[in-house]
């Protein structure tokens, strides 16, 4: 019997793979990370997209309009001074995805930094960690409030001051795994072999933080939004000019047991912006955990 050749026998490397295929086994493999893309996905594409979805400008007083039920031309009607409230919650995402990524960002790097140094570099853990528990033992609404009463509001602020509220958890995790790697066979190896301490760090050290680093950013995420609503709300966050869900809701609080309507659709927009960064990490966790999964 006549074999076939060698050339038929091997796989063909450049034969096409079945990318939609493997695409679609790995969403079926993890529904709550893709169900929390999709969410996630659909409020940045409401929020790039608010100046061509949004029907009214959503600054535009009309007083002869104010408090009118949702209707065809109002979908989620209008606030007590007349402004169309849907329009007003379209461009409130853009706001609350910014101060969310924006914090998410920042109080990941710099909590990167400080637990890189303190859990690696032992004398600077004792200084680094004192302060990050001195902040953590304020809870972080409270020293955002504080922050904020002593500069003017603006988003920027908004973003600083939820930022140096959240530092102090990225820090201590990052701290807890530079700990646990510090005594690997892998990094003695290296301080024996005299390789400099930066090397180590960057080389054998951070690659081990990003995944847990990756999945504290989404809840970091999550929270800041909560968070900016809240300062919204009471008065300390953007300034009321600047249409958010926190000022959304804090203009329609007088007016809740008889116009619901003005709170409930911004809440519900948070509700699920939240519930979509909040699946995406658990999904995340799932996703790059070792012990449960592996990605192909």
Request: with cysteine; charged share 15%; aromatic share 8%.
């Amino acid at each position: 019997m006549q074999s076939k050749p060698v050339a038929e026998q091997l796989p063909d490397l450049f034969a096409p793979r079945p990318i939609a295929k493997g695409f679609v086994a790995y969403c079926l493999r993890h529904p709550t990370l893709s169900f929390g893309a999709l969410l996630l996905i659909l409020m940045l594409v409401l929020a790039v997209f608010a100046p061509w979805l949004g029907t009214i400008d959503p600054t535009e007083l009309a007083p002869i309009k104010r408090t009118r039920e949702p209707s065809a031309e109002h979908w989620f009607g209008t606030d007590a001074v007349g402004r169309d409230i849907y329009s007003r919650v379209l461009y409130g995402a853009r706001v609350s995805l910014l101060v969310g990524f924006s914090v998410a960002v920042l109080a990941s790097l710099a909590g990167l930094i400080i637990g890189l140094l303190s859990g690696f570099l032992r004398k600077l853990d004792g200084i680094l960690m004192r302060v990050m528990d001195g902040m953590m033992s304020i809870p972080p609404i409270l020293l955002a409030i504080a922050l904020m009463a002593l500069t003017r509001a603006s988003v920027e602020n908004v973003i600083m001051a939820i930022t140096l509220a959240e530092i102090p958890r990225v820090s201590r995790l990052v701290r807890g795994v530079v700990l646990s790697l510090r005594e690997q066979p892998y990094v003695d190896a290296a301080v024996a072999a005299g390789t400099p301490t930066l090397s180590i760090i960057v080389k054998h050290i951070l690659p081990n933080t990003l995944a847990p680093l990756t999945v504290q950013a989404t809840y970091i995420c999550a929270s800041a939004m909560i968070t900016e609503s809240i300062l919204s709300f009471i008065g300390a966050g953007t300034p009321p000019i600047i249409p958010s869900w926190g000022n959304i809701m804090a203009d329609g609080r007088t007016l809740f047991q008889v116009k619901a309507y003005i709170i409930f659709f911004p809440a519900v927009f948070l509700s699920i912006t939240v519930l979509a960064v909040n699946l995406l990490g658990d999904g995340l966790r799932d996703a790059l955990d070792p012990r449960k999964a592996k990605l192909t």
